[in-house]
């Protein structure tokens, strides 16, 4: 794959974020990407550990989650094409959480030391990246919302709305066509129920129109009333959507 296809993604995302000139974006496209497939399930950064390169994802889904000392998984965040996962640790070399792919994947590695000199160079560059670790934040804000003020059926509606609003803006697929990627187990990680809760909470969603199962992959049936079930506003995606 081609260095223009690996970080076409990426591009569009970061455009939405600062209008970056001919100059910046010739500056990002000669960074040395290194194109990786990864299998689902795969650690691609493990809470502890030195942090010496960041990692765009290009294609697939990769799951932000910390371990409680018992055991127990507690994911943060979703993260689909055109992501950069890790700028934070342009600045903090030591990672706080776990990134995990949830299916197959491709990915592409950029050392943290190029990212920093174009920031650098680059204050436009600089601020698209800023804004973009602000919009990962504000969504952090959210999840802690949705975990901690919304019923179970409301939290499962939420996340998926935010999952189809990214996909959309991002041109992967109309709402009608969203097939969702997710395990029961990991959608009861990222809201904090058992697989059962959430397995009775996805039937009622279906048995009220929201949703539709087609063999073993649920999707969007009516956008609208699973949009209404969470009371799902997308103010905090900051154009994202």
């Keep these: 794959m081609a260095a223009d296809d690996i970080i076409e993604a990426w591009f569009r995302k970061l455009t939405r974020l600062m209008d970056l000139d001919g100059e910046e974006l010739a500056a990002l496209t000669a960074l040395s990407f290194r194109r990786e497939e990864t299998e689902a399930n795969r650690y691609l950064v493990k809470e502890g550990t030195q942090v010496t390169r960041c990692c765009l994802l290009v294609d697939g889904y990769v799951a932000r989650h910390k371990m409680s000392r018992n055991g127990r998984r507690q994911i943060v965040s979703f993260h689909m094409s055109g992501d950069m996962l890790d700028l ?4 903090l070399s030591r990672a706080d959480h776990n ?14 030391t190029e990212l920093a000199q174009v920031a650098s160079r680059f204050p436009r560059v600089a601020a698209a990246f800023a804004r973009d670790a602000l919009i990962d934040a ?4 959210e999840w802690v919302l949705n975990v901690g003020a919304r019923d179970a059926k409301t939290r499962i509606a939420h996340m998926l709305c935010e999952f189809v609003q990214r996909r959309e803006a ?3 697929a109309s709402v009608e066509a969203v097939e969702l990627p997710f395990s029961q187990e990991q959608i009861g990680d ?3 129920l058992t697989s059962v809760h959430v397995n009775r909470m996805l039937r009622e969603l ?3 129109g929201a949703f539709a199962r087609t063999g073993r992959h649920y999707c969007i049936a009516d ?3 699973l949009q209404a079930i969470a009371d799902f506003n997308p103010a905090y995606l900051h154009q994202m959507a």
């Design 99 to 112: 990134l995990q792919t949830m299916t197959r994947a491709v990915v592409a590695w950029i050392p943290i």
């Design 170 to 172: 991002l041109g992967i």
């Design 138 to 141: 504000a969504i952090f804000r």
């Design 190 to 192: 990222a809201t904090g």
């Design 88 to 91: 934070q640790h342009t600045l």
């Design 223 to 225: 956008w609208r009333k």
């Design 206 to 208: 279906t048995e009220e």
